[in-house]
């Protein structure tokens, strides 16, 4: 079992970065690939990233690419999500996932495990 929660939104300009916090709890996090998704208003959520269990393996959106990096410290059970020249598109309430797998995957339904969300925004 593996819970979530994460930190690190708010109200930013645009140009701005952030930095997202997953906090995890539980034995299987060292052994978990994660992910990091977003649902803008009205809109179905989206994959933003994903990093294998080690760190070696990361994939990301191609909308957030060369701006966003997707990093762990398996020492803290924490993923993080760094975020730079944040633009108003990005506004969403970001979710962090968990799959019990060492594997990274851009896929929801293959995450097992979800935490509440944190709210970004961006003004233009």
């Known amino acids: 079992q593996v819970q979530l929660v994460e930190s690190g939104g708010g109200l930013v300009q645009a140009g701005d970065s952030l930095r997202l916090s997953c906090a995890a709890s539980?034995?299987?996090?060292?052994?978990?690939?994660m992910g990091w998704f977003r649902q803008a208003p009205g809109k179905e959520r989206e994959f933003v990233a994903t990093?294998?269990?080690?760190?070696?393996?990361?994939y990301y959106a191609d909308s957030v690419k060369d701006r966003f990096t997707i990093s762990r410290d398996n020492a803290k059970n924490t993923v993080y999500l760094q975020m730079n020249s944040l633009k108003p598109g990005d506004t969403a309430v970001y979710y962090c996932a968990a799959r019990t797998s060492y594997s990274s995957s851009r896929y929801q339904n293959e995450y097992d495990y979800w935490g509440q969300g944190t709210q970004v925004t961006v003004s233009s």
């Open positions: 539980g034995r299987t996090f060292s052994s978990s690939a």
């Open positions: 990093i294998s269990w080690g760190g070696g393996s990361r």
